[in-house]
């Protein structure tokens, strides 16, 4: 029989002429991915989709965004749950795309990779009758890997353009769109308050590429026209002088031993966490 999903699990919106934004309203803000849509002259690109909870697929198709007649590829910019999930519904129809480095963690479903960290109290609804939070996981799922300066044709010379920025995982991507002067950068970097808030202490974070990858990022914006960062969480950023700023403000907040030893110890910490899934049980938020 088929299961009869929440109809109001997905919000999406047009955010430009060929750009639509979907999240996850009934899922909490912290953990709530942007998945976004371009609709390019001969195919389209989705990157990332979400949890899985729901299907995406069906919800852009009911949309009319999304047409068996036309190529839809899908790229993950990293494992993480709340970004590759929902890539299981596109598997046996559409391309998907993750970075060689991680791309075992995908395509085995490995819980130390994917994190998995839902929890009852961040469901505002059930996204279909009875589901279980404590049961749910990040499916193996049939993807390929790419690497840095792959290019995805999107027809009519409209490519977008991946550049690989380990440190939030070994296999973080951000997508470079020249034709629009934009970036989607995953969570690479998104306006978290702080820079030195962006989350390198996961188990397959590694602060010294995240540093490496900071740096080569704030001179490659110093070198480029951007006009739009589309994020994998929170507010979309109308200029590039706030991500510079958020970069730099996490390259200064590692510039002692002390700091980089919180991340080692929080890291260590975190694995054994993940890996035993020891939050389906922990009390705390």
Not at 98 to 115: A, E, F, K, P, S
Not at 212 to 226: K, P, T, V
Request: aromatic residues 10%.
């Amino acid at each position: 029989m088929t299961r009869q999903e929440n109809s109001a699990w997905f919000n999406t919106q047009q955010i430009d002429s060929n750009l639509y934004l979907t999240t996850e309203k009934q899922f909490f803000e912290g953990n709530r991915s942007n998945i976004w849509l371009i609709r390019g002259p001969a195919r389209d690109l989705i990157i990332d989709c979400g949890l899985g909870v729901c299907n995406l697929k069906t919800h852009l198709e009911n949309l009319q965004l999304l047409d068996s007649n036309r190529e839809c590829i899908v790229l993950c910019t990293h494992v993480h749950f709340d970004h590759s999930g929902g890539a299981k519904h596109f598997e046996n129809t559409n391309q998907i795309f993750i970075h060689q480095d991680d791309y075992q963690g995908l395509i085995n479903g490995r819980q130390v990779d994917t994190l998995n960290y839902v929890k009852p109290n961040h469901f505002f609804q059930e996204p279909y009758e009875n589901f279980s939070a404590r049961n749910y996981r990040v499916l193996p799922t049939k993807c390929e890997p790419i690497l840095d300066g792959h290019q995805i044709d999107l027809g009519a010379g409209d490519e977008v353009i991946i550049k690989h920025v380990p440190g939030h995982t070994r296999g973080s991507i951000v997508c470079y769109y020249p034709k629009e002067r934009s970036l989607f950068t995953g969570d690479f970097v998104y306006d978290c308050g702080h820079g030195g808030d962006l989350f390198d202490w996961l188990p397959t974070s590694s602060v010294r590429d995240y540093l490496r990858s900071a740096n080569q990022m704030i001179d490659w914006l110093d070198e480029n026209e951007i006009d739009r960062i589309y994020p994998g969480h929170f507010r979309i950023l109308n200029e590039k002088n706030r991500v510079r700023e958020l970069l730099q403000q996490y390259v200064d907040s590692k510039d002692d031993c002390c700091s980089r030893l919180t991340a080692a110890c929080l890291q260590t910490l975190t694995s054994g966490f993940f890996r035993a899934g020891c939050f389906r049980c922990c009390p705390c938020g």
